[in-house]
């Protein structure tokens, strides 16, 4: 019989037990998922090629410590009011338990508000559309983005930005705000992105949609499913 003063102390008991275990790795979890790597859930068609819809990714929370997006960047952000993405479900515990295992694990329903797409314009930044060619333009410059897929149609003298009615590639120059990002799906033509609802002439300033530096959750930085669209960026 083990005696009381050759038994272990409580705390490498403790130490030792399943549910120490199972705590401590929850917790571990936790303080990745918050500080981190984030996985994540592709839930549309608005960034195809570069990814497609179900694809997994992470993204980095560490990548802009001291620093902010810069143009090309592929960034998932939590989409603020200006987004109409719609009013929040209401609670439901079987729900909340699924987005809760898909935030963790990235195989099933991230944040109801949470998008992903690619930075054009940083602040400061002008960002116009478009050149003669079609480009998009930033700070004056035309941009290469060979990685645009199903643009908007634009055609020089016969549906460009000069005629009526004008492409809806087009729209004016803006300077993108302080503490602000202008975001674009790859996927031009299929993606309800910051310049969506400014494609038309004659619309207000206020048609922008910006991500906010407070809601970038982080920098994608690899596709990790399906196996055979690993990819890093």
Not at 24 to 36: E, K, N, Q
Not at 98 to 110: A, I, N
Not at 170 to 191: H, I, K, Q, W
């Amino acid at each position: 019989m083990t005696s009381e003063a050759s038994a272990p102390p409580r705390w490498r008991r403790i130490l030792g037990s399943g549910w120490f275990h199972l705590f401590a790795a929850i917790i571990v979890t936790s303080l990745v998922l918050s500080f981190v790597a984030k996985p994540y859930w592709v839930p549309s068609g608005s960034m195809e090629q570069t990814l497609e819809v179900g694809d997994r990714v992470i993204a980095n929370r560490l990548a802009y410590l001291g620093s902010g997006p810069s143009s090309g960047d592929i960034v998932v952000f939590e989409a603020g009011p200006s987004w109409e993405i719609g009013v929040p479900d209401a609670p439901d515990p079987i729900r909340g338990a699924l987005r809760w295992v898909g935030e963790v694990t990235g195989f099933g329903p991230s944040g109801p508000h949470t998008l992903v797409k690619r930075v054009i314009g940083a602040p400061g930044q002008t960002v116009s559309c478009c050149t003669e060619s079609g480009a998009l333009m930033l700070d004056g410059a035309p941009l290469d983005e060979p990685y645009v897929y199903n643009d908007l149609r634009f055609e020089a003298g016969v549906l460009d930005c000069t005629t009526e009615p004008r492409s809806t590639r087009c729209f004016d120059e803006v300077t993108v705000p302080d503490a602000s990002y202008l975001m674009l799906g790859d996927n031009r033509a299929g993606s309800s992105d910051s310049a969506v609802l400014c494609r038309v002439a004659g619309v207000s300033d206020d048609c922008w949609r910006w991500a906010e530096r407070d809601d970038v959750v982080g920098k994608v930085f690899v596709t990790y499913w399906p196996f055979s669209r690993w990819a890093t960026f």
